[in-house]
């Protein structure tokens, strides 16, 4: 690891990777945006180079990070590998786009983080899952050793199983985001403040212990309570979306509950 | 306060209320079960007397807390009543269940914690929203000064209001519990251990603000990224159900988010 990294994007994945690695002593080569002013932002924080052209990511480092979106990461990798500099190691952040996207670099990889990054908050980096996938082992173990600068929890994904990890995580964070918001959409409209809620969240996501969370369902789906879920269905009478929601994801719990039984 | 507080119940919610209410330095009279080992049990924990009958409950309590599942509240409640021995205050600990639900005794209450207790876990009693109903000002003052006695967050809250958080909780707790469950059964079968899905869960959890959570939204519905909602529906083929759940909810995160524009 005696040459540095640097870093394609400048967005909330490319933020909370630059900051992590310059907090544990990496040296950040260059920073690119197609927006150099973005780069030059994230550059100045961890003292790197910024650049906004493809043609000037220079060889100095031995890991180049995309942290792009999806649809930009092959596009993105053609126009690098066009200008013949950059002979190191080129690895994406993609939870769902496959190791072949790059496979016009001799050494590629992956280098996925399953934590969901945002402006508005800084999850403990030593704590995030990096799940790392490659051509060939040397990779693999230049990876594995790059990753565990910053984390603890490093490990080797295919990229089936990756899928797999990114549609779970959807379900686990995209859409239990969106039941709070639509529990705060239903407080919002009675006058109430959504706060109150935050105990019984953080509850909810910190009791998660190494058991299936189906055993520690509650509510009245899983207690077979219709009166309850009647009046529920009367109260959401305005609301026909969440309606069906809450009688499709009922009907789920219910039957979750029956498929334990057997 | 001279007098101290009975518990109907044996169950999570008397579990912790009971234990919050002793290391707070309440005195706890008498639990009652029908059930006389269950209630010993507990009693036990807490230097109270276990009573298995209505008749038995005493008048030496100034408070009686009935933690008992919703339908048993009411039936419960008219046999305490017709033994003519307790003259103090009554409340039950149900989100659903009407302040009229006690309407045969003089001084009524709603003592609801919206939290979910269960055997796993031990939530900070002090962070608890505590909502409170009376039929009067004066059994209304006297709850809230127990209530402060084990939580910091302690408010009035209507029937209508509590009905609504209840539903609203069913969204942020019940729901949210089962995402997590259907998460950990797609990581099953792909033979991935679940607990790598943790810091994630937490992060969506712990980070809510007091801003809407819609404005935290992440993940390919709210990015409108049509090409991976199609991947994650092809690999939900097995799973007709978790594909449903999918569709209709990637269809609301949609509409909330032209919501939130207009």
Redesign the interface.
């Known amino acids: 690891m005696n040459k540095g990294i640097s870093i394609a994007g400048s967005g909330n994945v490319a933020t909370h990777l630059a900051k992590a690695f310059f907090d544990a002593g990496a040296r950040i080569e260059q920073i690119f945006s197609r927006n150099l002013s973005h780069a030059e932002a994230l550059a100045q924080k961890v003292g790197a180079r910024a650049v906004d052209r493809p043609e000037l990511i220079s060889n100095d480092a031995g890991v180049l990070i995309l942290a792009l979106p ?2 930009a990461i092959e596009p993105f990798a053609a126009e690098v590998n066009a200008t013949g500099h950059f002979d190191g190691i080129v690895v994406h952040t993609s939870g ?1 786009q496959p190791l072949s996207a790059l496979r016009m670099f001799e050494n590629s990889g992956v280098f996925y983080p ?3 990054f ?1 402006r ?2 800084n ?2 980096m030593k ?3 990096f799940c790392l996938e490659a051509v060939n082992s040397e990779t693999l173990q230049h990876l594995t050793s790059l990753a565990s600068l910053i984390s603890e ?1 490093v ?1 080797e ?1 295919c990229s ?2 990756r ?26 409209d ?3 403040d ?21 055993l ?7 207690r077979g ?1 219709g ?2 879920m009647e ?2 269905q009367q ?2 009478e305005n609301y026909p ?2 309606r ?3 009688k ?2 009922s ?3 219910v ?2 509950k029956e498929k334990t039984k057997k």
Not at 172 to 178: D, K, L, P, T, V
Not at 194 to 214: M, Q, V, W
């Open positions: 999806d649809e769902t399953l934590q969901s945002s508005f908050s999850p403990l704590e995030v899952p929890n490990r994904v089936e199983q899928a797999v990890l990114h549609l779970a995580a959807v379900f686990a964070c995209n859409f239990s985001n969106h039941m709070y918001a639509i529990s705060a959409d239903l407080l919002k009675a006058g109430i959504g706060s109150i809620l935050k105990p019984l969240i953080r509850e909810t996501a910190n009791r998660l212990t190494d058991i299936h969370p189906a520690l369902q509650t509510g009245p789906a899983v309570d009166s309850t009046k529920h109260l959401l979306v969440y069906e929601i809450y499709m994801l009907n789920s719990i039957s979750a």
